[in-house]
């Protein structure tokens, strides 16, 4: 794609952060004093907290190729169970542990259906169980919302943490150190254990890494039970953030978590991607979003816009790929 390999490298790297740098150059100067405001950023940074969690468990899936439709429908059965069992006078440690456990059990039974049932393509088994989490969740609720939750419970999602550099509402909010956590955590494992490689290995040549003796099977229930994971502790701090658990959550944010993913570097043809890039990926959603936002973009714009961000971060996939052929 580019001439100059120095040039092409460079950008490969840090292109994505380059972008996220010009996009707020450019709303600050469109909304002075608004948009780089503390409590604004502040604001971005708390309210893309589930969205970056479920990016990053989106991210270990399609660097195998693969995609996982059920995450928004997992964050929400996550939401309303733990909303149920905190309602309930469940014990707060345990009702933390209820989100997450929920997105293993989902992310559980998306590896084995789709290695025991040799589905052609994941696509298949998380539609399908996209619908059974919806269902679950409304059957649950009777579509209703659960509200109340123990004040521990709505730490993550609504504490912030005052350094003295912010004045109050803003500060650190406490749910952008869980994901912060979560992806070095992540990174670590991507980048430092034989597993890690291994996932990386699958998305290239899933057949050459078969060959070589790695458990393909084993590794992809392994990246769907992260990829669970990750959704339920979305649906935790999302839960804490609001104070509820509504069944109508996460419908369509799985397509958000995809763009996020793409726009940040990773390839749908799998083997690709960082997790620096998701974040800077998230960012790049969450700004584009609260610029629209503040400069009064009706809704139906919003969807327009991010819909053709969404088109030309795969079209440039496709020719980065094209490129890589070719050299």
């Not at 952060?17 to 948009?35: E, H, R």
């Not at 973009?297 to 088109?311: D, P, T, Y």
Request: charged letters at 10%; one cysteine or more; proline letters at 4%.
């Amino acid at each position: 794609m580019f001439h100059n390999p120095r040039l092409a490298k460079f950008l490969d790297t840090y292109g994505i952060i380059i972008v996220v740098v010009v996009m707020m150059a450019i709303l600050a100067a469109i909304k002075p004093g608004v948009f780089l405001s503390a409590e604004n950023l502040t604001n971005i940074l708390k309210q893309n907290a589930s969205l970056a969690l479920l990016a990053l468990g989106m991210f270990v899936v399609i660097v195998t190729a693969g995609i996982d439709l059920s995450v928004g429908s997992t964050m929400a059965l996550a939401m309303v169970t733990l909303a149920i069992a905190s309602k309930a006078g469940v014990p707060w440690p345990l009702v933390l542990l209820i989100g997450p456990g929920i997105g293993i059990i989902v992310g559980l039974v998306n590896g084995l259906g789709l290695t025991l049932l040799r589905l052609p393509h994941p696509f298949i088994m998380t539609l399908g169980t996209l619908n059974i989490a919806r269902g679950l969740t409304y059957l649950v609720t009777n579509g209703a919302p659960v509200s109340g939750l123990q004040p521990e419970v709505r730490f993550l999602g609504q504490a912030y943490f005052d350094l003295g550099i912010f004045a109050p509402p803003a500060g650190i909010p406490a749910s952008l150190i869980l994901v912060l956590v979560c992806a070095i955590a992540l990174w670590w494992f991507l980048a430092k254990t034989s597993t890690g490689r291994h996932i990386f290995a699958i998305g290239g040549n899933p057949h050459a890494a078969r060959v070589s003796g790695i458990n393909v099977d084993a590794v992809l229930v392994l990246v769907y039970v992260l990829c669970g994971f990750f959704a339920g502790l979305a649906g935790l701090l999302l839960a804490g953030r609001t104070d509820s658990g509504f069944p109508n959550a996460g419908i369509g944010i799985e397509l958000d978590a995809i763009a996020a993913v793409i726009i940040g570097g990773a390839s749908f043809f799998g083997g690709r991607g960082t997790v620096l890039g998701v974040l800077a990926g998230v960012l790049i959603m969450g700004i584009l979003r609260n610029g629209l936002n503040i400069n009064n973009v009706s809704a139906f714009w919003q969807m327009i816009l991010i819909g053709l961000v969404i088109i030309i971060a795969v079209y440039i996939d496709v020719l980065r790929r094209r490129a890589a052929l070719r050299s």
